[in-house]
């Protein structure tokens, strides 16, 4: 699926047949204008005469996606690439949270050569240039991590000896979870690949797992297509569980990333900007469903929508919520319903909490068949 390239002498693992997807995807247009925003390269959707899906160019630094697929195997085989291009760029732009260091013994840094905020070529290159037995004692790169946390002093060994360090820096949860440490690991893996991983394998596996979570973040089930891939890159029962790390720290990245630049989408998507337009929108439903009972309980021209507003503005929307979800399961009038169901997934995106994983956590409201 991806134009990753296999590392000479490394076995090449075949794909067993998993099967496509061929359902729709609700709001499948706010999720790729989502996608597109937080992808690091352009995403062009065309033709192309090859069987794969899609994949990800190093070289043109792109990603196309074979057209004519569903809406979920085009949204998950983009997700998939996405992937690629985060945790797999090799013209990825320097990070500022993440630097590195180059020392000539990893247990005492400042005995013997030492070099710091290197960049990721650089830090290479100057240990590639230190002898080993100089001094015997274990040349390494260290990472530098610089995100404000009390890991932000000093380095950690990342590489030592040619050999990369991931059982020592996943113990610490923070290195755990971070996308940068998560990152450079990889990127080591380019350059010292005898640690233990087949990279084309490791790379297709952590991919696609990275799709799937994301999609079931959002309520979309691949896993009819997805299961089936990963086995078909799974070297062994172990390996899953080495990258587990770095499929949960690159998902978290694009889900934190995607549900800010979709909510925007959805609130362009209805035309409902402003807490004020949200309320009008309310406002008229109801009017629409009970005008009488409405005008009973209005105490005023305008009042209801103006404690509307404010609920919307302070976050008390429970009972908004309840009213619009007792609308769509009653189910009598479906263009009432449907419409109910749009402003649920608005209103959603005016939450304190601006995370939209409550938005589309049913199967049945991230999709449709």
């Not at 013997?112 to 960049?119: I, P, R, S």
């Not at 005898?194 to 999609?215: F, M, P």
């Given at each position: 699926?991806?134009?990753?390239?296999?590392?000479?002498?490394?076995?090449?693992?075949?794909?067993?047949?998993?099967?496509?997807?061929?359902?729709?995807?609700?709001?499948?247009?706010?999720?790729?204008?989502?996608?597109?925003?937080?992808?690091?390269?352009?995403?062009?959707?065309?033709?192309?005469?090859?069987?794969?899906?899609?994949?990800?160019?190093?070289?043109?630094?792109?990603?196309?996606?074979?057209?004519?697929?569903?809406?979920?195997?085009?949204?998950?085989?983009?997700?998939?690439?996405?992937?690629?291009?985060?945790?797999?760029?090799?013209?990825?732009?320097?990070?500022?949270?993440?630097?590195?260091?180059?020392?000539?013994?990893?247990?005492?840094?400042?005995?013997?050569?030492?070099?710091?905020?290197?960049?990721?070529?650089?830090?290479?290159?100057?240990?590639?240039?230190?002898?080993?037995?100089?001094?015997?004692?274990?040349?390494?790169?260290?990472?530098?991590?610089?995100?404000?946390?009390?890991?932000?002093?000093?380095?950690?060994?990342?590489?030592?000896?040619?050999?990369?360090?991931?059982?020592?820096?996943?113990?610490?949860?923070?290195?755990?979870?971070?996308?940068?440490?998560?990152?450079?690991?990889?990127?080591?893996?380019?350059?010292?690949?005898?640690?233990?991983?087949?990279?084309?394998?490791?790379?297709?596996?952590?991919?696609?797992?990275?799709?799937?979570?994301?999609?079931?973040?959002?309520?979309?089930?691949?896993?009819?297509?997805?299961?089936?891939?990963?086995?078909?890159?799974?070297?062994?029962?172990?390996?899953?569980?080495?990258?587990?790390?770095?499929?949960?720290?690159?998902?978290?990245?694009?889900?934190?990333?995607?549900?800010?630049?979709?909510?925007?989408?959805?609130?362009?998507?209805?035309?409902?900007?402003?807490?004020?337009?949200?309320?009008?929108?309310?406002?008229?439903?109801?009017?629409?469903?009970?005008?009488?009972?409405?005008?009973?309980?209005?105490?005023?021209?305008?009042?209801?929508?103006?404690?509307?507003?404010?609920?919307?503005?302070?976050?008390?929307?429970?009972?908004?919520?309840?009213?619009?979800?007792?609308?769509?399961?009653?189910d009598r009038d479906v263009k009432m319903?449907?419409?109910?169901k749009d402003l649920l997934k608005c209103?959603?995106?005016?939450?304190?909490?601006?995370?939209?994983?409550?938005?589309?956590?049913?199967?049945?409201?991230?999709?449709?068949?």
């Amino acid at each position: 699926m991806s134009q990753t390239s296999q590392i000479e002498g490394k076995k090449e693992y075949p794909l067993t047949f998993a099967d496509d997807l061929r359902f729709d995807v609700e709001d499948f247009d706010c999720y790729m204008q989502a996608l597109k925003e937080v992808a690091p390269v352009p995403i062009e959707i065309q033709k192309f005469r090859s069987a794969a899906k899609g994949y990800f160019s190093n070289s043109e630094q792109k990603i196309v996606i074979q057209s004519g697929m569903s809406e979920a195997q085009t949204l998950k085989t983009a997700i998939h690439e996405v992937a690629h291009s985060y945790l797999h760029n090799k013209n990825d732009p320097e990070d500022h949270k993440l630097t590195y260091c180059v020392a000539e013994c990893a247990e005492f840094p400042s005995y013997g050569e030492y070099h710091d905020n290197l960049t990721l070529d650089k830090a290479i290159q100057l240990y590639e240039r230190i002898p080993s037995e100089r001094l015997n004692a274990g040349k390494c790169i260290g990472l530098e991590l610089h995100d404000d946390s009390i890991y932000s002093e000093g380095m950690f060994p990342l590489v030592v000896d040619g050999k990369i360090q991931i059982d020592a820096i996943n113990t610490i949860k923070h290195y755990r979870e971070s996308f940068e440490v998560q990152k450079a690991i990889m990127d080591m893996r380019e350059y010292f690949p005898d640690d233990g991983y087949s990279l084309k394998s490791t790379r297709e596996l952590q991919a696609e797992s990275i799709a799937y979570v994301v999609c079931r973040h959002y309520g979309i089930d691949t896993s009819d297509y997805s299961l089936g891939y990963v086995s078909s890159w799974l070297e062994d029962e172990d390996q899953l569980m080495e990258n587990l790390d770095s499929i949960k720290a690159c998902s978290s990245e694009i889900i934190d990333k995607m549900d800010i630049t979709l909510k925007q989408a959805i609130q362009e998507k209805y035309d409902i900007h402003t807490s004020e337009e949200m309320a009008v929108e309310i406002d008229r439903y109801i009017q629409d469903m009970d005008l009488y009972g409405y005008r009973d309980q209005e105490v005023h021209p305008g009042s209801i929508c103006k404690e509307t507003m404010r609920d919307i503005q302070e976050g008390h929307t429970a009972h908004i919520e309840k009213f619009l979800q007792e609308t769509i399961n009653d189910d009598r009038d479906v263009k009432m319903s449907e419409k109910a169901k749009d402003l649920l997934k608005c209103l959603k995106t005016f939450q304190k909490e601006n995370s939209l994983e409550s938005l589309t956590r049913s199967r049945h409201r991230g999709m449709k068949r």
